[in-house]
């Protein structure tokens, strides 16, 4: 069983299937490390972002590219409402942190809730068949689904990290991220920021969504445990570190993909908790990295100086 | 005299800002020691470090011998450290009353146990505890607004309650962040005499004031922090004198 | 008439549930919505306990509120040693990984749950006495509650919530603190749980997933944290409402995705339109007449 071939075929495998894995989990972060928020709603968001493609591919019989617009835009318009519709009323209102933790956790549930109204408790994919044509590669399959999911998570990855390092956009956002006070008196508006680093998230998600429901069965209530897998991802990778958490997403998509190799498949969704908890228990700061020299390093505090500020 | 206080070599930096540079510091039962420098030397960081709100990169604090390492903040309190806060830090949900109720040391119901299965000790403890706080409100003359809520006070008498909420633990040492930061009139004599008498009950002071007035008045000695360093220890006037602080002071 | 008693056994339920809730969540200002997954220890250790090993009834409810007492420290220790935020996380992770961990687990019924839980009371007494221990438990849950945070210990909560640094540093052990109110809630939903399961006798893991966190969010939420009467009227008002939707004889595939519309919902509206519930909490904590000493109370007590 133990064999190399069987070995790096698992392995190509989940290092595919982690691609949509890494998307979430840098939404996750992103979220995280400009507006301050665990995102609970992008469960929401990622199921809007699905099914949006699911009916424009299923129900309208739209060809797979205009079902993936459709999907980005299911999801933009979900991060747009929440953002303009919540966060930002409870900015205004200087909402409670926890006002602001069941804010998101509700929507997510309301969201899944109204969906299974809609379109039912089943599972569903966004294509017919969830099979993809395979090809022999050096002994190990590769599937026609692979390649293409690698490829667009780098190209998204590839693109998030050029807008923050070269945008203009990119650099308020990590200012906003770093002190949005301060950012909002250097004349950054910081309520636009904070918008856009919502809709670039929910482009991310569902990029994240359509391929894994191009590859798997999604019912109303899987985003939420999709996301807490980004959850694990985002303290792992170390709070406010989103190529932590993509590095981190990797790794434990490898993990729990491989597992059928030590652990009954009945087992596997159990990992995911075990994942949750080891991440909080274990390494709840993320893995230490060596610091980098970098003008950004503060924001590396942990979420105990986030929330409590500085103790004057 | 041995020191209450014992800060040896003392260090902390976040990412590039020094606020502590192998900082040597004693603090003397019964006596004040003023803390003065420009805004951003590090006083309120040096307070945070010895309250064990913030975690130093190096060095060794010690009250009254007993080393306070790896203590957390509450641990520290118990031992006999108190402080005041900068922005005040008071409670708003609670009454002035309500706010002294939780200084003491050991607290009516530290332990959920007893709150449960001993009703009576509790109740001796809360009776305690209220008079010592009417005792402290007596002192401070704040005993006409005990009832109130923070919020409906004056800010002199917030920075007031703020002192009296530290007096609560009997500390063998006090930290004071700017106490008179826009207190005026009748409240500045009251602080003022608060210090004075609690100093003479055998504890060791460090005020952080911009007030000079205040410093000379109160403080038997004076330190001249700068950009994480003491730069000078001696007697307010002296401090005052230099040419050269006075200097870093104004940052010209 | 067996129908008006399981609403009223409800009711009694989730009574004592968001009291409980309200104590972790409003007084003490822990974010946690994994109440559910305490209940639910509650069920299948006291049922497994009298069902096994048959332990008398009320010995093992009480068993299931110590177990669940016990299970939260294994939450809340660990999260709430680095930070508050972190406890949320874990305590979803714990509550969806044990529903998990449940459905593989044949010896406790696994997902298709546990069936013949010894009843108590109902063969010898009848129903109705079953009812009125559950309202009584009730009651005394939210007097015991009330008594809690109006006293010294509901002080230190009030100051906790404000602000916790200044809070540590007057001596007091805020995380010692969380974990006890944790434990405490948790081990009251424990309880709850043990009688749920003795008298219904059938109890599943998915029962106490998040559709359930969300109602008794909701019942919080909607009657007014931090208040004595708002989760009493929370959960009635919450629990009276889904009965009125059970009259349209709606397939289970809608009936059930429509309650969770309604709660999420309701907790939206709410949080938007009326953050403080239906009792908005006072914003001075107000102690109990002993404590206040409006007079010389203290010294009276002494002397
Ligand atoms: N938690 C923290 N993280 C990052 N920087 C900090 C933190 N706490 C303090 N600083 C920085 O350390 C420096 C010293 O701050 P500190 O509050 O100790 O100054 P201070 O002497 O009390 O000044 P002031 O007179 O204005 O109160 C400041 O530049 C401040 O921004
Ligand atoms: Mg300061």
Redesign the interface.
């Known amino acids: 069983m133990f064999d190399l071939a069987v070995v790096s075929q698992i392995l190509w495998t989940s290092f595919a299937t982690s691609s949509y894995f890494v998307l979430f989990a840098v939404a996750f972060a992103l979220v995280l490390k400009v507006n301050k928020v665990f995102n609970f709603a992008q469960a929401g968001v990622m199921t809007c972002g699905f099914y949006a493609a699911y009916v424009g591919v299923r129900i309208l019989n739209l060809p797979g590219y205009a079902g993936f617009m459709l999907g980005i835009a299911g999801g933009v318009a979900m991060s747009f409402v929440l953002e303009y519709f919540g966060f930002a009323v409870l900015r205004q209102r200087k909402a409670s942190a926890m006002f602001v933790f069941i804010f998101t956790l509700i929507v997510s549930q309301f969201i899944a809730y109204a969906v299974m109204m809609i379109f039912g408790t089943w599972p569903t994919t966004i294509f017919a068949s969830m099979f993809w044509p395979v090809t022999l590669v050096g002994g190990i399959a590769v599937s026609a689904w692979d390649v293409p999911a690698i490829a667009a998570t780098v190209l998204v990855l590839t693109g998030l990290w050029a807008f923050l390092k070269y945008s203009r956009n990119g650099q308020f956002m990590l200012a906003v991220a770093d002190n949005a006070d301060l950012a909002e008196l250097y004349g950054i508006q910081k309520d636009r920021i904070l918008m856009l680093s919502m809709v670039m998230a929910g482009v991310i998600v569902s990029v994240g969504m359509f391929l894994y429901g191009s590859r798997a069965q999604v019912q109303a209530a899987a985003a939420t445990e999709l996301m807490l897998f980004a959850v694990a991802a985002t303290i792992l990778g170390g709070i406010g570190n989103i190529w932590g958490a993509a590095i981190a997403a990797v790794v434990l998509g490898v993990v729990q993909n491989s597992s059928i190799l030590f652990i009954p498949s009945a087992w596997q969704g159990f990992l995911l908790f075990a994942f949750l908890f080891f991440a909080i228990v274990l390494f709840p700061r993320g893995f230490r990295l060596p610091e980098r020299r970098n003008t950004l390093?503060?924001m590396a505090v942990a979420p105990q100086a986030l929330s409590d500020g500085?103790?004057? | 005299m041995s020191s209450t206080l014992e800060i040896r070599g003392l260090c902390k930096s976040?990412?590039?800002i020094v606020v502590a540079d192998s900082i040597d510091l004693d603090l003397s039962p019964g006596r004040v020691l003023g803390l003065i420098g420009p805004n951003g030397a590090g006083k309120?960081s040096l307070f945070?470090l010895v309250?064990g709100?913030?975690k130093p990169d190096a060095g060794s604090i010690r009250l009254d011998g007993q080393s306070l390492e790896g203590l957390?903040?509450?641990?520290r309190?118990?031992m006999g450290l108190?402080?005041t806060?900068?922005?005040l830090?008071?409670?708003?949900?609670?009454?002035v009353?309500?706010?002294l109720?939780?200084?003491?040391?050991?607290?009516?119901?530290?332990r959920?146990v007893d709150?449960l299965f001993r009703p009576a000790q509790?109740?001796?403890n809360?009776?305690?505890a209220?008079?010592r706080a009417?005792d402290i409100l007596e002192r401070t003359g704040l005993s006409p607004i005990a009832?109130s809520?923070v919020q409906d006070i004056s800010f002199g008498q917030q920075k007031l309650v703020g002192v009296a909420?530290a007096l609560?633990?009997d500390a063998r040492c006090l930290l004071l962040?700017e106490p008179m930061a826009g207190v005026e009139g009748q409240t500045y004599a009251l602080i003022q005499k608060a210090v004075r008498d609690i100093a003479a009950s055998g504890v060791a002071i460090c005020v952080v004031e911009h007030n000079v007035a205040f410093i000379r008045d109160l403080c038997d000695e004076g330190v001249f922090m700068f950009a994480g360093k003491v730069l000078a220890r001696g007697s307010v006037e002296q401090l005052i004198a230099d040419p050269h602080l006075t200097e870093l002071y104004f940052g010209t | 008439m067996d129908f008006v008693y399981s609403i009223l056994i409800f009711i009694g339920l989730f009574v004592i549930l968001a009291s409980s809730f309200d104590l972790v969540i409003g007084h003490c200002g822990l974010i946690s919505i994994a109440h559910p997954i305490f209940y639910a220890i509650g069920a299948y250790v006291s049922a497994m306990l009298s069902k096994q090993s048959g332990m008398p009834v009320p010995l093992s409810i009480l068993c299931g509120g110590v177990g669940a007492l016990l299970a939260s420290a294994l939450v809340s220790v660990p999260a709430l040693r680095v930070s508050g935020d972190y406890l949320l996380i874990a305590s979803i992770g714990f509550q969806l990984g044990l529903i998990e961990l449940a459905k593989h687990f044949h010896e406790i019924g696994g997902a298709g749950g546990l069936t013949n839980i010894p009843s108590f009371l109902i063969k010898d007494f009848g129903r109705e006495s079953y009812v009125v221990l559950v309202l009584a438990l009730a009651g005394v849950t939210v007097l015991f509650i009330r008594w809690?945070t109006q006293?010294?210990?509901g002080?230190?909560m009030?100051?906790m919530?404000?602000?916790e640094?200044?809070?540590?540093?007057?001596?007091?052990?805020?995380i010692w603190?969380k974990v006890?109110v944790f434990a405490?809630g948790s081990g009251i939903a424990g309880i709850a749980g043990g009688l749920y399961a003795h008298y219904f006798r059938f109890i599943e893991p998915d029962q106490f997933g998040l559709l359930q966190s969300s109602a008794v969010l909701t019942m919080v939420v909607v009657g007014g944290m931090r208040t004595t009467m708002g989760p009493v009227i929370g959960a009635i008002v919450l629990q009276l409402m889904p009965q009125v939707i059970t009259f349209f004889n709606l397939p289970p595939s809608i009936l059930g995705p429509l309650q969770g519309l309604l709660f999420t919902g309701l907790v939206l509206f709410f949080m938007f339109v009326r953050p403080q519930g239906l009792l908005p909490a006072a914003?001075?904590?107000?102690?109990r007449k002993?404590?206040e000493?409006?007079g010389h109370?203290?010294?009276e007590?002494?002397s």
């Open positions: 390093k503060r500085k103790g004057n | 976040f990412g590039g309120t945070n309250c709100v913030v957390p903040t509450y641990q309190a118990r108190a402080r806060w900068q922005n830090r008071l409670f708003p949900s609670l009454s009353m309500d706010n109720m939780l200084g003491p040391r050991v607290y009516s119901a530290d959920l709150v509790i109740r001796a809360e009776a305690e209220r008079d009417r009832q809520r909420r609560m633990n962040d | 809690l006293g010294p210990y002080r230190m009030t100051a919530r404000d602000d640094l200044a809070f540590s540093m007057l001596g007091r052990n805020a603190i006890a405490i914003d001075l904590w107000v102690g002993p404590l000493g409006a109370s203290g010294k007590a002494r």
